[in-house]
């Protein structure tokens, strides 16, 4: 509870845990659940029926020609969620918060050993039509977990049930112009997280204290060893060591020695958690768009559950003066996350 109220805290982090996304999945022919659309509901942990399907599914308005035996996940946007709080900015952490859950859903069909198939229409607008999306929610990455059947697929004969996303809203017609010219996301992320992915996806949580001594100089090597997605540069400061040098590394190597303490605090806003931190990984993009920053959440999530494989905190920081990040690259600064050794 927090300020007498529920509080509830989702696999993903959010900005502002705000949590504009939500998730349907369409289910044709699998045992045990009614073949239809449905609607993730986070609160109750339920999958929430909105129609039951038969030859018409959605498939067509993917360019799908026959049905999709399993699983096709679609995820969208509702910007008031965050746009009342940030916002233009919230531009930025509304695709920084769909990487995150697209990295959740790569990690989650790895560990149960299945694939992402992807799946993209250039008639965005026909798919929000027909599934009932109005002005203020809009689908923006889908992927199918299953396989092509041999049987023709059907279009749907009229649009979902159309449901508010929220009580009230209030647009910003530039953010939601915007939004509505973005293609549809349809990377499949590369993820290798192991045998303990359910537990450390289940007990990640953003740190907001960490302890200058308890992190691993092996922890960081690892760390700093994660691939990143060919749009981002990335740029890790370290700040308090034991056998490394501290300063600023790309690709592993230490390319400029020295203590960089004050400056990244001040980068990030003043914040004064992280005093305590090891190391900052700032993720630079050469495009600032939507891909990038949907890659740079991607990268983050993979951040955050190698962070709870290794035992040490981590926290994505998606405030800072864009200005002064250019002093460690040319390109401009997307996303930051700082790491170490829980208190």
């Known amino acids: 509870m927090v300020a007498h109220k529920p509080y509830y805290r989702l696999n993903v982090p959010s900005a502002g845990?705000?949590?504009p996304i939500e998730i349907y999945v369409q289910i044709r022919n699998m045992t045990g659940l009614?073949?239809?659309?449905?609607?993730?509901?986070?609160?109750?942990?339920?999958?929430?029926l909105i129609s039951e399907i038969g030859a018409a599914g959605i498939e067509p308005y993917l360019g799908v020609e026959h049905r999709f035996n399993g699983v096709i996940v679609m995820m969208s946007l509702v910007p008031f969620r965050s746009s009342w709080k940030y916002g233009l900015r919230a531009w930025r952490y509304l695709y920084l918060d769909l990487?995150?859950?697209?990295?959740?859903?790569?990690a989650s069909v790895h560990y149960f050993g299945h694939y992402l198939t992807k799946m993209f229409t250039n008639d965005t607008d026909g798919l929000n039509r027909i599934m009932g999306m109005g002005e203020d929610e809009r689908i923006v990455?889908?992927?199918?977990?299953?396989e092509s059947s041999v049987r023709l697929a059907k279009?749907?004969?009229a649009p979902l049930i159309q449901v508010e996303p929220t009580d009230y809203t209030s647009r910003i017609p530039l953010l939601v112009s915007n939004i509505k010219t973005i293609p549809l996301y349809c990377e499949i992320p590369i993820t290798t997280h192991g045998n303990d992915f359910v537990a450390i996806n289940h007990s990640r949580r953003s740190a907001r204290s960490f302890s200058a001594d308890s992190m691993s100089d092996t922890a960081i090597v690892e760390l700093m060893g994660l691939k990143a997605p060919p749009?981002?540069?990335?740029?890790?400061?370290?700040l308090q060591v034991h056998?490394?040098?501290?300063?600023?590394?790309?690709?592993?190597?230490?390319?400029?020695?020295?203590?960089?303490?004050?400056e990244v605090i001040h980068l990030l806003l003043d914040q004064r958690f992280i005093t305590g931190a090891t190391m900052v990984v700032l993720?630079?993009?050469e495009a600032f768009d939507a891909h990038s920053h949907i890659d740079a959440g991607i990268y983050a999530q993979d951040l955050y559950l190698l962070c709870e494989h290794l035992g040490v905190g981590c926290s994505g920081i998606g405030a800072f003066y864009d200005n002064e990040a250019i002093r460690w690259s040319n390109n401009p600064l997307h996303y930051a996350v700082a790491i170490g050794g829980r208190s």
């Open 17 to 19: 845990n705000l949590h």
């Open 34 to 48: 009614l073949s239809g659309i449905y609607h993730l509901e986070p609160l109750t942990q339920e999958l929430v």
């Open 99 to 106: 990487g995150h859950q697209i990295g959740a859903l790569a």
């Open 141 to 146: 990455a889908v992927y199918g977990v299953g």
């Open 155 to 157: 279009r749907l004969v």
């Open 231 to 238: 749009s981002l540069e990335i740029v890790t400061l370290l």
């Open 243 to 262: 056998t490394m040098h501290s300063g600023v590394y790309r690709k592993g190597q230490c390319t400029i020695l020295g203590d960089f303490i004050p």
């Open 283 to 285: 993720m630079y993009g």
